[in-house]
Nanobody
Framework: QVQLVESGGGLVQPGGSLRLSCAAS????????MRWYRQAPGKERELVASVFSDGSPNYVDSVKGRFTISRDNAKKSVYLQMNSLKAEDTAAYYC???????????????WGQGTQVTVSS
């Protein structure tokens, strides 16, 4: 079974930084697009950033210039460096990855359990 495990959340003051990590484990043949989503209380889950197989990133407008997504294919991991954090960044952050467990099988979307980020003074 494939698992995604996030780490790195916590409480930070406005203007501060956090780095989220997400590692995939289990039977994995290939990992395609990796993403970070977030969900604030009472709001829908929102796509924050994506990184494609070639490493090229994409961001939602609200985090451009502040967040950086990256991946380490050897470690089967994706990261989200979050700088200049604002109160509105407070949310549970979820890792998502499109993974092919075995050759010839379909690509499946897997989710992590989430990690809480709270930006508050």
């Amino acid at each position: 079974q494939v698992q995604l495990v996030e780490s790195g959340g916590g409480l930070v003051q406005p203007g501060g930084s956090l780095r989220l990590s997400c590692a995939a484990s289990g039977t994995i043949f290939n990992i395609y697009t990796m993403r970070w989503y977030r969900q604030a209380p009472g709001k829908e889950r929102e796509l924050v950033a994506s990184v494609f197989s070639d490493g090229s990133p994409n961001y939602v407008d609200s985090v451009k210039g502040r967040f950086t997504i990256s991946r380490d294919n050897a470690k089967k991991s994706v990261y989200l460096q979050m700088n200049s954090l604002k109160a509105e960044d407070t949310a549970a952050y979820y890792c998502n990855a499109n993974i092919k467990p075995f050759p010839g099988t379909q690509i499946v979307a897997y989710w992590g359990q989430g990690t809480q980020v709270t930006v508050s003074s």
